[in-house]
């Protein structure tokens, strides 16, 4: 799936949002992904996370457990597991860092791969990939669906990435005037 076969899926699904929005991040972008819309029809999201395992097959190989953050990641770390035949597990938030619960388990020499929905900064995919850290199991790198920052959020491992944009993000007080003069909303579930 090409860059632009990506974003006719995000547009198909009324997903591309423009505006002023406070992403995730705490950052200010003038355009907003909303996943949500891509995953809430499974025939979309089997597509595009089908692309992704794909993908990520063809760059590390065989894998045997995709693991995701909790809670934009949960599914398309489902989805891109299911086409990839194996496990998915996620990590979540407990005494505030990334563990996993639920009597999930890394077992030894297993072959990894952190799947994110749409890295920004890259920050909840580095928390992930620390916790992913603390057990056994081969890292072999991470994969989103989209990657905001266009190759420069850096996470530690090699990240694949099933489309790349150059979308702005801004800090609140070095908004463009054109950005500070549409009122802004907060579409994302994290606190900033």
């Known amino acids: 799936m090409t860059d632009d076969e990506v974003l006719a899926e995000f547009r198909a699904a009324d997903a591309l949002l423009e505006g002023h929005f406070i992403l995730s991040s705490g950052l200010h972008s003038p355009i907003f992904l909303q996943k949500m819309r891509i995953f809430e029809d499974p025939a979309r999201t089997a597509r595009v996370c089908g692309a992704l395992a794909a993908a990520i097959r063809a760059a590390f190989g065989p894998v045997d457990m995709v693991v995701s953050p909790a809670i934009g990641g949960i599914i398309p ?24 619960r639920r009597g999930f388990v890394i077992p030894a020499g297993a072959r990894l791969v952190m799947v994110e929905d749409i890295v920004t900064t890259g920050l909840s995919s580095r928390e992930c990939i620390a916790a992913i850290r603390r057990h056994p199991g081969e890292l072999l790198g991470a994969a989103c669906i989209v990657d905001r920052s266009n190759g420069t959020a850096e ?11 150059d979308v ?9 005037p054109a950005l500070a003069a ?3 909303v907060k579409p994302g579930s994290r606190a900033a």
């Open 155 to 165: 996470i530690g491992v090699p990240l694949l990435a099933l489309a790349r944009l």
């Open 182 to 184: 549409i009122p802004a």
């Open 168 to 176: 702005p993000a801004y800090r609140a007080d070095a908004l463009p």
């Open 77 to 100: 770390g489902y989805e891109t597991a299911r086409a990839l035949g194996c496990k998915a597990v996620f990590v979540e938030r407990a005494e505030g860092e990334f563990q996993l």
